[in-house]
């Protein structure tokens, strides 16, 4: 309104022209924001179906695709809830079963009697505890970047807010490459860490509920440790790089987006 009201009643030819670029800037904008709801968020199955493309030729586990492990759904936001969900529960799973390991490990040192037992629990353990760690910071990464992309419903107004203002466009043109790229990386991510951490957790225990107090089980769980940590944690280094160097082509490919993007509304809407 302000953009018609300039072109209809400017004083100046320069007001006027400043009237029709406020006018495109909004109606590309609105264009652009439609566009996008109906890639990202409207019922459909273009968002599904690219996912399902890409993770049908990215081989794993023996050749078998990363696409058997996402979810069959048609619906976009049936996948995006899917990817933050099963990432969130694997992020509280690990980190419950650190903590439980450092409760233990903790408990042992205070008693003069088992203190040594600790010590041994936690030197013997180091190579495992490294790997454990940048695997709760990977899983913690993947589903932040899977609770952005399903509620991209209200982000993708913000970012095309900030592309229809010029002074703030490159900051919105961002958030719109990036919106566009984690609603396709992350569901991929998560159906990675379901492949190739559910195994060695499982040989963990670290996806098992109901940790008791009981020094049987901490028993069974140090004696867990000692037989599998080690092979299990070289699990866990292939999952930590992978992860790191999809996060970072990720990040890349985000950029790329932007500056395309930003280089395609630079000749669009007048500056």
Known sequence: MHGIIKYLAGP?????????????????????????????????????????????AVPINNGTALAN??????????M??????????????VTAWYGHFWGGVVGLSVLPWTSPLGWYAQQSTWYLQQMITYTIINLGFIYAL????????????????????????SIGTFIV????IVAIVGPLLTAYTVAALT???AELGALTKGWTTDISQFVGFLSVLFNQGYQQALTMQTYDVTV???LAMALAASYALYRILDEVIVDVLPL
């Open 80 to 93: 995006l809830q899917w990817g933050y969900l099963m990432a969130r529960q694997y992020f509280d799973n």
């Open 177 to 180: 490459a990036f919106l566009i």
């Open 244 to 246: 790191d160097v999809v």
């Open 199 to 201: 195994k060695p957790l």
């Open 12 to 56: 100046t030819p320069d007001i006027r022209r400043e009237g029709i670029d406020e006018i495109m800037d909004v109606v590309v904008g609105s264009a652009m924001l439609a566009i996008l709801y109906a890639l990202l968020e409207s019922p459909g199955t273009f968002l599904p179906t690219l996912t399902h493309e890409i993770a049908s």
């Open 69 to 78: 492990y996402l979810p069959n759904a048609t619906d976009p936001k049936s």
């Open 146 to 169: 899977n609770l952005i992309a399903y509620n991209a419903w209200w982000l993708l107004p913000l970012g095309i807010g900030l592309v229809i203002v010029r002074q703030t466009r």
